[in-house]
Protein backbone atom coordinates (compact mmCIF):
# COMPACT_ATOMS: atom_id res chain seq x y z
CA UNK A 1 0.00 0.00 0.00
CA UNK A 2 1.64 3.63 -1.29
CA UNK A 3 2.27 5.79 2.10
CA UNK A 4 -0.27 8.50 1.81
CA UNK A 5 1.18 12.04 1.74
CA UNK A 6 -0.85 14.94 2.21
CA UNK A 7 -1.36 17.36 -0.69
CA UNK A 8 -2.80 20.97 -0.31
CA UNK A 9 -4.46 21.90 -3.87
CA UNK A 10 -5.06 25.47 -4.80
CA UNK A 11 -7.62 26.25 -7.12
CA UNK A 12 -7.60 29.77 -8.69
CA UNK A 13 -10.86 31.01 -9.53
CA UNK A 14 -10.50 34.36 -11.44
CA UNK A 15 -12.79 36.85 -11.98
CA UNK A 16 -13.55 39.65 -13.97
CA UNK A 17 -11.52 42.16 -11.15
CA UNK A 18 -10.95 39.39 -8.04
CA UNK A 19 -9.37 36.03 -7.58
CA UNK A 20 -10.57 33.65 -5.14
CA UNK A 21 -8.03 31.02 -3.50
CA UNK A 22 -9.84 27.69 -2.52
CA UNK A 23 -7.73 25.76 -0.36
CA UNK A 24 -9.03 21.63 -0.27
CA UNK A 25 -6.99 18.95 1.77
CA UNK A 26 -6.63 15.88 -0.66
CA UNK A 27 -5.47 12.72 0.18
CA UNK A 28 -3.05 11.92 -2.49
CA UNK A 29 -2.80 7.86 -2.28
CA UNK A 30 -0.41 6.91 -5.73
CA UNK A 31 -0.27 8.94 -9.56
CA UNK A 32 -2.82 6.30 -10.70
CA UNK A 33 -5.41 7.42 -8.12
CA UNK A 34 -3.88 11.33 -8.78
CA UNK A 35 -4.74 10.84 -12.31
CA UNK A 36 -8.66 9.75 -11.37
CA UNK A 37 -9.35 12.74 -9.27
CA UNK A 38 -9.92 15.39 -12.62
CA UNK A 39 -12.94 13.00 -12.63
CA UNK A 40 -14.28 13.19 -9.43
CA UNK A 41 -13.91 17.27 -9.30
CA UNK A 42 -16.34 17.21 -11.97
CA UNK A 43 -19.67 19.15 -11.32
CA UNK A 44 -22.93 16.50 -11.51
CA UNK A 45 -24.29 16.89 -14.55
CA UNK A 46 -28.15 14.99 -15.09
CA UNK A 47 -27.46 15.06 -18.61
CA UNK A 48 -30.26 16.13 -21.33
CA UNK A 49 -32.64 13.02 -21.79
CA UNK A 50 -35.59 11.85 -19.82
CA UNK A 51 -34.61 8.12 -18.51
CA UNK A 52 -34.05 8.19 -14.60
CA UNK A 53 -31.39 6.20 -14.32
CA UNK A 54 -30.05 5.76 -10.19
CA UNK A 55 -26.69 6.80 -9.81
CA UNK A 56 -23.68 8.60 -7.73
CA UNK A 57 -21.81 11.22 -8.29
CA UNK A 58 -18.72 12.86 -6.06
CA UNK A 59 -19.58 16.13 -4.51
CA UNK A 60 -15.77 17.76 -3.62
CA UNK A 61 -17.24 19.83 -1.28
CA UNK A 62 -18.90 17.64 1.01
CA UNK A 63 -16.31 14.99 0.29
CA UNK A 64 -18.60 12.09 0.00
CA UNK A 65 -20.84 10.49 -2.71
CA UNK A 66 -24.65 11.38 -3.20
CA UNK A 67 -27.25 9.97 -5.23
CA UNK A 68 -28.95 11.67 -8.07
CA UNK A 69 -31.09 10.77 -11.61
CA UNK A 70 -29.09 9.85 -14.73
CA UNK A 71 -30.88 11.60 -17.63
CA UNK A 72 -29.27 8.50 -19.89
CA UNK A 73 -27.25 11.41 -22.48
CA UNK A 74 -24.81 13.93 -21.58
CA UNK A 75 -23.48 14.20 -18.54
CA UNK A 76 -20.29 13.88 -17.78
CA UNK A 77 -17.49 11.40 -15.95
CA UNK A 78 -18.34 11.92 -12.43
CA UNK A 79 -21.21 9.52 -12.30
CA UNK A 80 -21.43 6.13 -10.95
CA UNK A 81 -23.47 2.90 -10.97
CA UNK A 82 -23.01 2.61 -6.87
CA UNK A 83 -21.99 4.46 -3.77
CA UNK A 84 -19.37 1.82 -3.60
CA UNK A 85 -17.62 2.66 -6.76
CA UNK A 86 -17.84 6.07 -6.24
CA UNK A 87 -16.56 5.81 -2.75
CA UNK A 88 -13.37 3.29 -3.64
CA UNK A 89 -12.44 5.77 -6.72
CA UNK A 90 -12.99 9.09 -4.95
CA UNK A 91 -13.22 9.22 -1.38
CA UNK A 92 -10.16 7.79 0.73
CA UNK A 93 -10.63 7.70 4.72
CA UNK A 94 -7.07 8.32 5.81
CA UNK A 95 -7.95 6.73 9.41
CA UNK A 96 -9.17 3.36 7.53
CA UNK A 97 -6.21 3.42 5.32
CA UNK A 98 -3.91 3.16 8.15
CA UNK A 99 -5.34 0.94 9.80
CA UNK A 100 -5.99 -1.24 6.58
CA UNK A 101 -2.53 -1.28 5.38
CA UNK A 102 -0.94 -2.22 8.86
CA UNK A 103 0.32 -5.82 9.18
CA UNK A 104 -1.56 -8.31 10.88
CA UNK A 105 -0.55 -9.16 14.39
CA UNK A 106 -1.85 -12.13 16.11
CA UNK A 107 -0.68 -11.14 19.66
CA UNK A 108 1.18 -13.30 21.80
CA UNK A 109 -1.10 -14.42 24.46
CA UNK A 110 -2.94 -18.13 24.83
CA UNK A 111 -6.20 -17.25 23.05
CA UNK A 112 -7.52 -18.58 20.12
CA UNK A 113 -9.59 -15.69 18.64
CA UNK A 114 -10.91 -16.63 14.90
CA UNK A 115 -10.84 -12.99 13.45
CA UNK A 116 -10.00 -11.24 9.70
CA UNK A 117 -7.50 -8.81 8.76
CA UNK A 118 -6.91 -6.88 5.12
CA UNK A 119 -4.51 -7.93 3.00
CA UNK A 120 -4.11 -4.42 1.31
CA UNK A 121 -1.24 -6.22 -1.52
CA UNK A 122 -4.63 -8.79 -2.64
CA UNK A 123 -7.25 -6.19 -1.70
CA UNK A 124 -9.31 -8.77 0.05
CA UNK A 125 -9.66 -10.10 3.74
CA UNK A 126 -7.88 -13.21 5.19
CA UNK A 127 -8.86 -15.32 8.82
CA UNK A 128 -6.57 -15.67 11.50
CA UNK A 129 -6.14 -15.92 14.76
CA UNK A 130 -5.66 -13.55 16.64
CA UNK A 131 -4.17 -14.65 20.46
CA UNK A 132 -6.33 -11.92 22.52
CA UNK A 133 -3.16 -9.27 23.27
CA UNK A 134 -0.92 -7.32 21.21
CA UNK A 135 -2.59 -7.00 18.10
CA UNK A 136 -3.45 -4.39 16.06
CA UNK A 137 -6.31 -2.58 14.55
CA UNK A 138 -6.19 -4.31 11.45
CA UNK A 139 -8.45 -6.99 12.91
CA UNK A 140 -12.03 -7.51 12.17
CA UNK A 141 -14.30 -9.43 13.95
CA UNK A 142 -16.08 -10.42 10.20
CA UNK A 143 -14.96 -10.84 6.62
CA UNK A 144 -17.86 -8.22 5.95
CA UNK A 145 -17.23 -5.78 8.65
CA UNK A 146 -13.21 -6.15 7.45
CA UNK A 147 -14.66 -5.53 3.39
CA UNK A 148 -16.18 -2.44 4.08
CA UNK A 149 -14.21 -1.03 6.69
CA UNK A 150 -10.94 -1.57 4.06
CA UNK A 151 -12.50 -2.69 0.33
CA UNK A 152 -15.01 -0.28 -0.57
CA UNK A 153 -16.82 -3.31 -2.30
CA UNK A 154 -20.50 -3.11 -2.03
CA UNK A 155 -20.49 -6.82 -2.46
CA UNK A 156 -18.98 -7.98 0.85
CA UNK A 157 -22.08 -10.18 1.84
CA UNK A 158 -21.49 -12.46 -0.86
CA UNK A 159 -17.31 -12.45 -1.30
CA UNK A 160 -17.20 -13.25 2.14
CA UNK A 161 -19.90 -15.88 2.14
CA UNK A 162 -17.43 -18.44 0.49
CA UNK A 163 -14.50 -17.21 2.68
CA UNK A 164 -16.05 -17.55 5.97
CA UNK A 165 -17.24 -20.67 5.35
CA UNK A 166 -14.10 -22.06 4.57
CA UNK A 167 -12.38 -19.92 7.43
CA UNK A 168 -15.39 -21.45 9.94
CA UNK A 169 -14.75 -25.21 8.18
CA UNK A 170 -10.96 -25.46 9.17
CA UNK A 171 -11.90 -23.54 12.38
CA UNK A 172 -14.34 -26.32 13.59
CA UNK A 173 -12.43 -29.09 12.15
CA UNK A 174 -10.27 -28.19 15.20
CA UNK A 175 -6.95 -27.00 13.28
CA UNK A 176 -5.86 -25.37 16.70
CA UNK A 177 -2.56 -24.11 14.91
CA UNK A 178 1.15 -24.10 17.23
CA UNK A 179 1.60 -20.74 18.38
CA UNK A 180 5.13 -20.87 17.65
CA UNK A 181 4.32 -20.75 13.37
CA UNK A 182 4.29 -18.04 11.47
CA UNK A 183 1.39 -15.47 10.77
CA UNK A 184 2.01 -16.28 7.05
CA UNK A 185 1.65 -20.08 7.49
CA UNK A 186 -1.71 -19.09 10.05
CA UNK A 187 -3.22 -16.92 7.24
CA UNK A 188 -2.36 -20.16 4.55
CA UNK A 189 -4.18 -22.37 6.94
CA UNK A 190 -7.28 -20.39 7.02
CA UNK A 191 -7.55 -18.41 4.03
CA UNK A 192 -10.62 -17.71 2.78
Known amino acids: MPEVNWLRCFLFCIGAMSAVVIIARVHFIA ?32 GRC ?7 CGGNSNRFSSEGECQKLCTRRRKSREVCSLKPKAGVCEGFRPSWYYDA ?8 IYSGCNGNANRFQ ?9 SGNTD ?37
Not at 66 to 72: A, P, R, V
Not at 142 to 150: A, G, L, R, T
Open 31 to 62: ASWWDVWPKCWKRKLVGNCSRKIPSWYYSFWS
Open 66 to 72: KGFLYSG
Open 121 to 128: EHDRCRGF
Open 142 to 150: SCEKCMKMC
Open 156 to 192: AKKICEKRTAAFRRNYNLGLQPNRNASLNSLANIFRG
